[in-house]
């Protein structure tokens, strides 16, 4: 129900911005957040990068902080992660997440990839940036 897209190839320090749409308003009321895997890495060692609180706060990870922007329209459904300035070392496939209901933006960022249902996940989303 997470549809996720805009990954792509870039060059390092170029933008991007990924979008994620919920096909209903089942996580109207959730946190949100970005995770992602590295090449090489597995499922356990997903990271959180972004993440949109239940209480509208938002919060990044130091290794993003400055660069990348998550925002929300409830609206429409929709989460964007907004990534400028990327590196290479951002080259990931990105996943969208509902991470659960009344949780705050950086509780959210400390959430165990495993303790967060398969069904919250969306698909992912490519990213790949070159030097």
């Known amino acids: 129900r997470l549809v996720e897209s805009g990954g792509g190839s870039v060059q390092a320090g170029r933008s991007l911005r990924l979008s994620c749409v919920g096909r209903?308003?089942?996580?109207?009321?959730?946190?949100m957040a970005w995770f992602r895997q590295a090449p090489g890495k597995q499922h356990e060692e997903r990271a959180a990068v972004a993440a949109y609180g239940s209480d509208g706060t938002t919060s990044v990870a130091d290794s993003v902080k400055g660069r990348f922007t998550i925002s929300r329209d409830n609206a429409k459904n929709v989460l964007y992660l907004q990534m400028n300035n990327v590196k290479p070392e951002d080259t990931a496939m990105y996943y969208c997440?509902?991470?659960?209901?009344?949780?705050?933006?950086?509780?959210?960022?400390?959430?165990?990839?495993?303790?967060?249902?398969?069904?919250?996940w969306g698909q992912g989303t490519l990213v790949t940036v070159s030097s």
């Open positions: 209903d308003d089942t996580y109207g009321n959730h946190c």
């Open positions: 997440v509902a991470v659960g209901p009344r949780s705050s933006a950086i509780r959210a960022l400390n959430v165990m990839p495993g303790a967060i249902p398969f069904a919250n």
